[in-house]
């Protein structure tokens, strides 16, 4: 791919929108992106407890495990009240309304890639290892979820709105 502003944002917009809408607020499908080449196959979908997941989520790039997170998105909304933080409290604030869907639960998802680096704790939060950026070239998309028809309209959807812009259109 070759990212541009408007076409980044398009593409973060995009996946917004399918998770409010056909993922019904990610209770059916959340979708998770990433720079490829920070990352390596093969992946995996495991369920963990929370206290033994670790990594630095995508808006904070200092490690947690997975119950300090779930935690620091509850109190960071409460916490932080200054203009200069605004559009990260906005991000945060969004997060918030999803932790509802895993928090209680003794194990949570988790995706991993081959050196156990994590890629998404589905479906709150990608992590800060392999977020996108203007210079991504290679994106990752994973969707999870409990509808697999839903799950593969989120994908393909993903996949060929932005086909447009790899170095090969439509490839």
Not at 4 to 26: V, W
Not at 83 to 96: E, F, P, T, V
Not at 107 to 133: C, E, F, G, T
């Amino acid at each position: 791919m070759t990212f541009t502003q408007e076409n980044y944002d398009s593409f973060i917009d995009l996946q917004d929108k399918l998770h409010t809408n056909i993922a019904r607020k990610r209770t059916l499908v959340a979708i998770g992106t990433h720079d490829l080449d920070t990352i390596e196959s093969p992946f995996t979908y495991e369920a963990l407890t929370p206290e033994s997941i670790e990594f630095a989520p995508l808006t904070v790039d200092t490690k947690m495990n997975g119950k300090q997170i779930m935690q620091h998105y509850k109190v960071y909304i409460c916490q932080h009240q200054f203009r200069s933080r605004i559009q990260l409290l906005q991000s945060d604030k969004r997060l918030s309304k999803f932790l509802k869907i895993i928090e209680d639960s003794p194990v949570y998802p988790v995706i991993y890639d081959a050196q156990r680096r994590v890629l998404s704790l589905p479906p709150i939060i990608n992590s800060w290892h392999s977020k996108l950026s203007l210079k991504t070239r290679n994106v990752f998309i994973e969707c999870t979820g409990t509808d697999l028809t839903k799950t593969k309209i989120v994908l393909n959807t993903m996949v060929a709105m932005f086909a447009e812009y790899c170095s090969e259109r439509f490839v």
